[in-house]
């Protein structure tokens, strides 16, 4: 089965993480999309991280309606902070029949050369890039090595900007799915 790995701290999921992954289904050659959470990226801060499993139960619950979506705690038992290549390392041993590609926007690919292992990751793996405004693939790049780019549908919508909504008490609505919504309101997650 193809696989493709959607990194990302999910805090929390929205529907622009979502509309990014189902176009990845809908136009790459890729049977679902695995959501994983990452409990620390090496790259950003983890001071405004809501809890792991929080992440993991909004992400469970955006999905749950679409068996081709599928959130991944893989990381949750691996050390901190996770690093790509130890993670497609570790999901290649466990599932050794899946192909794994992993879906990337373009602004966080032209930083490649800072993750761990980078030459490794762009000589195993494929990449499929969603562009972002301001943020073009090289087509030398794209002639050179495993990628795909793809013009997915963009929201401008940020996790900051939600959070930063629920804390001032504005309403959320439309910006994540309604499933998510109501659990964010419930448990009140990033109140404070």
Known sequence: MNIGLYFGSF??????????????INFADI??????????????????LL?????????QKATEDNPKLKA????????KP???????????????KHKFSI??????YQNINNWKE????????????????GFIIDQNVINREKVIVLKAPLLEISATTI???????????????????????ENGYYKS
């Open 11 to 24: 805090n929390p999921i929205h529907i622009g993480h979502l509309i990014i992954a189902n176009h990845v």
């Open 31 to 48: 049977n679902q999309v695995w959501l994983v959470i990452s409990p620390q990226n090496p790259l950003k801060s983890s001071n405004a």
């Open 51 to 59: 809890n792991e499993y929080d992440r993991l139960h909004l992400v």
């Open 72 to 79: 991944s705690n893989v990381e949750f038992r691996m050390p």
């Open 82 to 96: 996770s690093y790509t290549i130890d993670t497609l390392l570790f999901l290649k041993e466990k599932h050794p």
């Open 103 to 108: 879906i990337v926007g373009s602004d966080s």
């Open 118 to 133: 980078s030459e490794k990751l762009k000589k195993d793996y494929s990449f499929i890039i969603y562009e972002r405004p």
């Open 163 to 185: 959070r930063s909504n629920i804390k001032s008490g504005k309403s959320i609505k439309y910006l994540v799915p309604e499933v998510v919504d109501k659990e964010i309101v």
